[in-house]
């Protein structure tokens, strides 16, 4: 401080802090050897408080208002200097301010997955993010348990603390709850209320602050757990593939009819003879020859049938889902690298299932043991 400022300061005595920040709960009041004069001018701004500090001990506070510094509203300051009949030189006090309006833009989030066990997915790990609203409410509190002797105290000084308490009481409450991962976005708004009254139980009376709100804004699946999800909504989606194959080709047939110049005459045809297997198939009887197809040479064999595609099956492993053929999965529940209970899923099933519970998986294990030693 220069010479021009503590000469101004023993002319006029103004204490006031204007805040142009959004993230200050906390500020000091800067003063020359933090001297006060007797009828110093104290202004309290709408959304703040002012605390009188007295050689480290907590003296008044004064809420919002112009109020002019006398022994008359310091009550406790003039019993801590123990003056008895007033007081008109300069004494030495700090003035904290504490803003008490609402801090908004404040995030959250699980810093790591929490694992859980789904009822239709089995174990799964999920992550979460949400906002919240920050405000002190007891200034005394404030600057006992968190401020100290810090001149400035920001939000995010704080919001480290308030993070991983709400990380945790998100987990338990995550655990506790036992919804269906599939069913979690229509309940954010109840868990939303629910973590910030958990939350509040641990901040409100120790540190003096108040979480005036606080939502979920998301909470997800791993990145393989969604492409699968994906894989499974596009096949409810497309229903009966006969009918969708036989629309793609009727699409193609239209666009190649469209451009007659430009069209491939091989894929017309290709596509004619399609659709003509396509509707000749239900009329043929079991048994019954197709009259698009010539039949076999006398004496020679049946025209070989090409192999039909392995049966791909979509495994939970270590919450990671991972695509293998029935072989595969048969060697690997017998070496014991995945488990008979982990749920599998493969087309035509409506929903997961454990692998020891699926009729086509237990007759391939069976099939795959050996037969008995002969005595």
Not at 107 to 125: E, H, S, Y
Not at 228 to 233: G, H, K, P, W
Request: charged share 20%; glycine share 10%.
């Amino acid at each position: 401080m220069g010479l021009f400022d503590r000469i101004r300061n023993e002319l006029v005595d103004i204490i006031e802090w204007v805040d142009d920040s959004n993230h200050t709960l906390v500020w000091r009041f800067p003063r020359f050897q933090n001297e006060i004069k007797n009828g110093a001018q104290l202004i309290v701004r709408p959304g703040q408080q002012a605390v009188l500090v007295q050689e480290g001990e907590l003296a008044d506070i004064f809420k919002e208002g112009r109020y002019t510094l006398t022994t008359d509203n310091i009550p406790l300051l003039t019993s801590l200097k123990s003056w008895k009949y007033g007081f008109n030189s300069p004494f030495k006090c700090e003035v904290y301010f504490v803003s008490t309006k609402q801090i908004t833009d404040l995030k959250w989030g699980t810093p790591n997955p929490i694992m859980l066990r789904d009822a239709d997915f089995g174990p799964i790990r999920l992550r979460a993010f949400g906002t919240y609203a920050l405000r002190a409410t007891d200034p005394k509190a404030l600057l006992r348990e968190l401020v100290g002797t810090d001149g400035v105290f920001e939000s995010d000084e704080v919001g480290e603390l308030l993070r991983g308490l709400i990380a945790s009481e998100f987990a338990s409450l995550l655990g506790e709850s036992k919804i269906a991962a599939l069913d979690l976005a229509q309940n954010y708004r109840t868990m939303g209320d629910t973590l910030r009254k958990r939350v509040l139980e641990k901040v409100d009376d120790e540190y003096g602050l108040d979480l005036p709100a606080m939502s979920i804004v998301n909470i997800s699946f791993p990145e393989e757990v969604e492409k699968v999800l994906d894989q499974r909504s596009s096949m409810g989606i497309l229903g009966d593939m006969g009918k969708f194959q036989q629309m793609q080709m009727g699409n193609a047939m239209m666009a190649s009819a469209q451009n007659p110049g430009g069209g491939n005459p091989g894929l017309g045809i290709g596509l004619g003879m399609a659709m003509a297997g396509q509707m000749m198939n239900p009329m043929m009887q079991p048994g019954m020859q197709n009259p698009m197809m010539p039949p076999p040479m006398p004496g020679m064999p049946p025209p070989m049938m090409p192999p039909p595609m392995p049966q791909v099956w979509h495994v939970n492993v270590n919450g990671a889902a991972q695509q293998m053929d029935t072989a595969t999965l048969v060697r690997l529940i017998g070496g014991g690298q995945v488990a008979p209970t982990s749920v599998v899923w493969t087309q035509g099933m409506g929903q997961w299932a454990p692998a020891n519970t699926v009729p086509a998986l237990l007759q391939a294990m069976q099939a795959s043991m050996p037969p008995p030693m002969p005595k």
